[in-house]
């Protein structure tokens, strides 16, 4: 009875914190994932208030909490959609991952961490967050912009990328071996391949086999399936946060605007509980240590995603403003980081506090990346202009690339 009162005690004062402090963000404009993974570290080991008894039940909603945000973010695409994102982004795919994994793993490497850390590292500064660009391109009204579809086809690339990357990872940190690897990879691309496909030939018969008029059983259907699809791929080496992410590609149409409605609240808690327990299993003591590295980290990711987005924007036609503004947008990293460093921070001794301290500062410099890349650059090459000598006056501004003025520009 004691233990039962002190676990009800501690997680509603972590629910009620992470409300507060949710709200607090969203005042000043911020994404509340450096908040939470702040909570974390207050409440964590070596913390202002650790915790003691809530712990295993917070690791375990942090699980849910990942496989909810695979499940959403498969949700928001159709499997036309990703195989015609295939076909058109794969070379910007390409170049994301050149541009920006190999940071990371010239970062292991320089840290003395073995292959395995170095992977990891990779992954964690290769992959932006779809979450935080996704509020953040919403907040600031760009959803209707030229550029945007860029920004989400690259997020699909690397999400898609992800059902490659994660079971790989998984085998390398179960030590199976190059063989016990390749055969897990054949596995997930096999088991993404037949998801695809029947999503593309079958999709109406699922979605009409897991919809109901009644929201309560609608609701228990779809998480009972992708909890039981998530288990499974894990049982199988296949992450089950990528299990997750099939499901949700498999689920569409009306069938998914519905779950979406009904599962976006559990997905916010159990979200904001995941980045409390990474923060809980971190010792803020550790951080002081690898701030330099992590600062040189992301000053390194801030330059390599503005140039992965002003390419792919180029490729797209659009203008200098726009490409700009795509490169600005896609400088957050948030779950997909913390996913990979939660994986592997068994594994390798020091991932953790670098991936916390990494993470922690693009969650709060990718939304000012993504306002005032474009201002800023384009004030910077006004002042050049006006300073060099025997110049005219500055020519003007190149034309937005909205859509209004696209269209026209195009009628």
């Known amino acids: 009875m004691h233990h039962t009162t002190v676990l009800l005690i501690e997680l509603g004062a972590v629910i009620l914190g992470l409300g507060l402090v949710g709200r607090l963000a969203g005042r000043v404009g911020m994404s509340p994932i450096p908040l939470y993974l702040l909570c974390g570290l207050a409440f964590g080991h070596g913390g202002l208030i650790p915790l003691s008894t809530s712990e295993d039940f917070i690791e375990v909603g942090a699980e849910i909490g990942v496989i909810l945000l695979l499940l959403m973010l498969g949700l928001e695409y159709s499997a036309s959609e990703l195989v015609t994102n295939l076909r058109t982004q794969y070379p910007s795919g390409i170049v994301d991952f050149v541009l920006n994994a190999t940071p990371g793993a010239l970062a292991g490497w320089a840290l003395g961490w073995g292959p395995v850390g170095i992977i990891a590292l990779a992954g964690i500064t290769w992959i932006s967050s779809s979450g ?228 922690l500062l693009l969650v709060i410099v990718g939304p000012l990346a993504a306002r005032w890349t474009e201002p800023a650059v384009r004030r910077l090459l006004d002042l050049r202009r006006r300073s060099a000598p025997g110049d005219g006056p500055a020519p003007p501004p190149p034309a937005d690339t909205g859509p209004a003025t696209w269209a026209t520009r195009h009628s």
Request: aromatic content about 6%; cysteine-free.
């Open 132 to 359: 935080v660009i996704a509020k953040v391109l919403t907040e600031l009204g760009r959803l209707g912009n030229r550029e945007t579809p860029v920004i989400l086809g690259v997020l699909v690339m690397e999400d898609l990328a992800m059902a490659v990357y994660l079971p790989l990872l998984t085998a390398l940190l179960a030590g199976v071996g190059l063989a016990g690897a390749g055969v897990t990879l054949a596995i997930a691309l096999g088991t993404a391949g037949v998801v695809l496909y029947v999503a593309l030939r079958h999709g109406r018969i699922i979605s009409r086999a897991v919809s109901s008029d009644n929201p309560e059983l609608l609701l228990l259907v779809v998480l009972g399936l992708t909890l039981l699809v998530a288990g499974v791929a894990q049982r199988l080496q296949v992450s089950a946060a990528v299990g997750a992410f099939l499901v949700g590609i498999a689920i569409s149409g009306e069938v998914a605007h519905s779950a979406r409605a009904l599962l976006t609240p559990l997905r916010d808690l159990f979200a904001a509980v995941f980045f409390v327990f990474f923060g809980l299993s971190t010792v803020p003591a550790d951080i002081p240590p690898v701030l330099v590295p992590a600062l040189l980290l992301a000053a390194a990711s801030l330059v390599t995603k503005i140039v992965t987005g002003w390419y792919a924007a180029r490729r797209a036609g659009i203008g200098t403003k726009g490409r700009l503004r795509a490169g600005g947008a896609l400088v957050a990293r948030g779950e997909f980081s913390i996913v990979i460093a939660g994986l592997a921070a068994g594994a390798q001794p020091g991932l953790r506090p670098v991936a916390t301290a990494y993470v």
